[in-house]
Each structure stands twice: as C-alpha cells, then as structure tokens.
C-alpha cells in the first residue's frame, strides 16, 4: 500500500512563505505524475500544481508565478514552495500520487492569516 506522508503546513502572515513536503513510501518513479492539490471549507478539492515523471510542471491559474513545484527522486518526496501567500491560500493541501490508481495523503492545514 502506498503511503503519502505530508508535512510543512501551518500559520503564516500574508505575503509570507511556506514549504510544503510529500514523502512517498515508494519509488517516485513509478507514478506518472506527483502534484499538490487543495480543499478550503465549503469548496471543492482542486488542483494546485503537478509534475509528472519526466519533470513537465502544470499550475493552476490561481498560481500566477507564486508557487514552484519540485521534485526530488533520491528522498522520493515532492516539495511544493509557495510564496507571496493571501487569505485566499488557507485550506488543506493534500499530496496525490497517480499511476493506474489514485493514491493521497492525508494533508496538512495551510492557514493565512494575519
């Protein structure tokens, strides 16, 4: 069974910065893709940025240059740098995984707040 294990979330001023982490209990390279996706209170889960295996990276338009998506395939994690982050930003950021199945982990709060 596949393993995501998120970490880096928590409270941050706006304008300010957060590492996000997904650590893969397997082989990174064994998923198509690797991405980071979010769920704030009464809205849908939706995409914040992916990687697939290869190295392509795709943003969501929300993004607009303020998050960079990387991967590192020695520690089999995925980072997510978000910078310059507003209000708009909280919500719980969760780690997908995808190959023929869907794998997530079980995110982490990301709150802005002043």
């Known amino acids: 069974q596949v393993q995501l294990v998120e970490s880096g979330g928590g409270l941050v001023q706006p304008g300010g910065s957060l590492r996000l982490s997904c650590a893969a209990s397997?082989?990174?390279?064994?998923?198509?893709?690797m991405g980071w996706y979010r769920q704030a209170p009464g809205k849908q889960r939706e995409l914040v940025a992916t990687i697939t295996s290869g190295g392509s990276r795709r943003y969501a338009d929300f993004v607009k240059g303020r998050f960079t998506i990387s991967r590192d395939n020695a520690r089999n994690t995925v980072n997510l740098q978000m910078n310059s982050l507003q209000p708009d930003d909280t919500a719980v950021y969760y780690c997908?995984?995808?190959?023929?199945?869907?794998?997530w982990g079980q995110g982490t709060q990301v709150t802005v707040s002043s």
């Open positions: 997908n995984a995808a190959s023929y199945t869907n794998y």
């Open positions: 397997t082989n990174i390279f064994s998923f198509l893709a």
